[in-house]
């Protein structure tokens, strides 16, 4: 079995200790097992309930999308 795991780092900063640990953690995987850093989260805005009525920020859609991609290629059964 083969498993993915998204990662999102708090901070972005280039030092960031969060992005580093992020980064040993992929390296030191056992096998099967695999972690993605989404490095999109500069251009997601801060929530805001009042944007929710309209359509998602592009940064929003961009990680949607991202997530819905994975999950379809490792399980055909979420695309539907």
Do not use: K
Request: a positive charge; charged letters at 15%; proline letters at 9%.
């Amino acid at each position: 079995m083969s498993v993915t795991i998204a990662a999102i780092a708090g901070s972005l900063r280039a030092g960031s200790h969060t992005r580093a640990l992020l980064r040993a953690a992929a390296r030191n995987l056992p096998p099967g097992i695999r972690l993605v850093i989404w490095d999109g989260l500069a251009h997601v805005p801060p929530y805001s309930e009042d944007a929710e009525a309209g359509p998602a920020p592009a940064g929003v859609a961009a990680l949607i999308g991202d997530l819905a991609q994975r999950a379809s290629a490792a399980s055909p059964a979420l695309a539907a």
